[in-house]
């Protein structure tokens, strides 16, 4: 089963923040700077996971990883927008 998780990241080093930002382009959506959509499974979230814990540096950088639920139930208010409205991604990305 596939959920929805809101992936965060703070990175200090620009070459290592380029490497996060392509680790994530294949795993979901980019939302905003420094924000991704993904919808994976628990195998896929432990890689993905696990090739970011390689590129970062634990004492100077952070990922959040938000767990927003089953994807096959997303509601159309899971994500609210002020200002700019939000448009869903048309196509998820899956990564097989």
């Known amino acids: 089963m596939r959920r929805i998780y809101l992936i965060t990241y703070d990175v200090?080093?620009?070459?290592?923040l380029r490497k996060i930002f392509k680790?994530?382009?294949g795993w979901g959506d980019h939302l905003q700077y420094s924000v991704f959509e993904c919808q994976l499974t628990?195998?896929?979230?432990?890689r993905c996971k696990a090739e970011m814990a390689d590129i970062l540096h634990h004492g100077e950088d952070q990922v959040l990883v938000i767990d927003l639920g089953p994807a096959a139930s997303r509601?159309?208010?899971?994500?609210?927008?002020?200002?700019k409205p939000y448009s869903a991604?048309?196509?998820p990305c899956f990564v097989v």
């Open 42 to 46: 628990d195998a896929d979230l432990l």
């Open 75 to 83: 509601s159309a208010t899971l994500v609210q927008a002020i200002g």
């Open 89 to 91: 991604m048309a196509a």
């Open 12 to 16: 200090c080093d620009a070459k290592r």
């Open 23 to 25: 680790c994530l382009r």
